[in-house]
């Protein structure tokens, strides 16, 4: 079993509102400390407070909004047996006050390395998140079938020009419907989101190639270099280049801790 202990603070790594989509591949958990962010674990939605655990599992797919610290611990973990535990925890849970105290407590005599006093800490945070009083936080906001196929649409074309009419006609729904519906799956809005993932492909390319700021524009579904740096000001209180100049570090940093 090898593991990493993390103090994550989301504006450390990222100057934005929302993180990559990606698929995990370790074991995160997480003890949420402040912030009023959400996690979206395989479509569902899990509102970050300090009495839920997000307990993410190799293989799904996973990103963040909003602004957060938590303590994490992402591990691997080839025993079978001990395999077959983690899959009943449940993604999210919500724990007493008690329980949220001791699982601190052990994060605390975590270090990262193979050694028992760690080994044991880690046993323990298992061991209090597969009790009864580790209350699952339901199962997430399920969203309809319609309101997920157009998340899937805007996540395969946001490059491109999206027409929501068009697209609330093939799923038989009325735009403001379908807004609504969008919403409260997700947690926000349908234009919102389609911005908030032109802007991670923007910053994605910003700090991944040599491309030009027009380049960058027209490959992240913008009309324009112009509204890409009203758009990318607006959210995040710089501008591409300066955000390029600030971030290339932490871009790597967070690249080593998800490696």
Known sequence: MRLEKIDYSSSHYFACDITPK????????????????TSYIDGKTYAHSDNKVIFAKPGQERFSTGEFHCYSIHFICDDQDIMETLGHIPDCCIVSPQTRAELVEYYEK?????????????FNIIELLSRKDAIPAGRGIVPTKEVSWIKDYIDDHFTTSINL?????????????????????????????????????????LLTTDKSLSEIAYCSGFNSQSHMNVMFRSSFGV?????????????????????
């Open 110 to 122: 975590i270090e990262s390395k193979r050694d028992i006093s760690t080994y044991v800490a880690l």
């Open 239 to 259: 501008t591409p280049l300066e955000y390029k100049k600030n971030n290339l570090k932490c871009h790597i940093n967070y690249l080593k801790m998800i490696l």
């Open 165 to 205: 009419t068009a697209l609330s006609k093939q799923v038989y729904l009325s735009p403001n419907y379908l807004r609504k519906k969008f919403t409260e799956a997700y947690g926000t809005t349908i234009q919102k989101y389609i911005i908030d993932m032109r802007l991670g492909m923007v910053k994605k390319l």
């Open 22 to 37: 990606r698929i995990t591949t370790k074991y995160e958990l997480e003890i949420y400390t402040k912030g009023e962010g």
